[in-house]
């Protein structure tokens, strides 16, 4: 009790700003992956570094010391490289963060993002053709990506309707939307194994199956029915008509503009 005494009494004011700055660096790396595949491999990486560091300082093994602090620095900086996705995605937004006219254009960017799918979604339900429409938010889905053939194009109805049309090389599988950009056609998903939805088509399976990996939001139209559905959390809502599948649009982008302007109306 004495030696905690003694340490709390020689703390100074630049050790206590020492401390809250380690934290905040902790912090911000775990808020950067909440959401996301990494969160856990971040959470295990850290519980690894403290243990081995607080063990080499206590046990009075000579080799085990030599090989923890020869090993940390090539851990430290092999986090960047495990976790680009999710920096890039964040100095992103952080380039993005402005006053009160950028988050007017974000909302008037989102706002026609949520059109021109409603749109698009609109009339192949109406000619029947089948489509899957992926909305990335914050669980990368670079894996699924790269399956596909990559587009970084502007949303457009027009675009979304000749990637779906059955003529075309890419309209078999998924797109995928990243913030404001289709960036790939033609996209593999996983299917669901859950006997539940064992009866519905490839399709519904496949967008269930990657919401039962991610938070993403993906929209199915059915090839036969016509019948446009949700997938979200490893559940499906179907029969939606436009009305409904922009309100759910205009839930699902309300969490990038923190809950204001026209997502709030919902």
Request: overall charge neutral.
């Amino acid at each position: 009790m004495s030696d905690v005494l003694w340490v709390l009494s020689h703390i100074q004011v630049t050790d206590v700003i020492d401390i809250l700055l380690v934290a905040v660096v902790f912090y911000l790396l775990f808020s950067l992956a909440q959401g996301t595949q990494a969160v856990q491999l971040l959470r295990g990486m850290v519980l690894v570094i403290l243990v081995a560091f607080l063990a080499s300082q206590i046990l009075p093994f000579q080799g085990f010391s030599w090989l923890v602090s020869t090993a940390l620095p090539a851990l430290l900086i092999a986090i960047p490289v495990i976790f680009q996705p999710e920096l890039r995605r964040a100095l992103e937004r952080l380039g993005r963060t402005g006053g009160l006219l950028l988050r007017v254009q974000q909302e008037e960017e989102m706002e026609r993002i949520i059109d021109e799918v409603t749109r698009a979604v609109h009339r192949l339900a109406g000619e029947r053709h089948g489509a899957l429409i992926v909305f990335e938010r914050e669980t990368g889905l670079q894996e699924f990506i790269e399956t596909g053939v990559e587009i970084n194009a502007e949303v457009r109805a027009e675009l979304l309707r000749t990637i779906f049309h059955p003529n075309t090389a890419l309209h078999d599988k998924a797109v995928i939307i990243r913030e404001d950009k289709i960036v790939a056609a033609s996209s593999m998903l996983p299917a669901s194994h859950n006997p539940q939805y064992s009866g519905l088509g490839t399709r519904h399976r496949a967008a269930i199956g990657l919401t039962e990996e991610s938070d993403a939001l993906v929209v199915v139209v059915s090839e036969e029915t016509g019948i446009v559905s949700v997938a979200y959390n490893g559940r499906m809502v179907r029969r939606m008509d436009a009305n409904r599948l922009r309100n759910v649009l205009l839930a699902f982008f309300q969490h990038r503009l923190g809950g204001r302007g026209w997502a709030s109306k919902v």
